[in-house]
């Protein structure tokens, strides 16, 4: 009976560290220029290559990308950076001007709003 306590203490245990594990995740919310479905993947995919970076989802009505990240290999400034150079705004940070002329014309933020 000992034991059987003692097994169930160590798989106690074990999920408590995974637990901590967890902690090492943080998770941000950050506002973009994006205004439809192709800015939304263009953003997710530039994210996806980013450093540190373990999933990103963005909702275009709010054009808020909501970002998981290992805060021990990237932070939030790396990450806005990342959305600059997709071509879109990331909070205060404004869009990289090259990458945003390489854009489509309906995912500029100056494009008439448009259904897609
Ligand atoms: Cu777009």
Redesign the pocket.
Known sequence: MKKAIAVIVFLFAGAASTFAQDGKEAKAQIKTS???K??KATIEKYLAYEKGVKSSTLDVPSKVVTVTYNPRKTDLAKIKQAINKSGYDADELPADAKAYEGL?E??KKEAAPHVD
């Open positions: 994006a205004v439809c192709m800015c489509e309906c995912c």
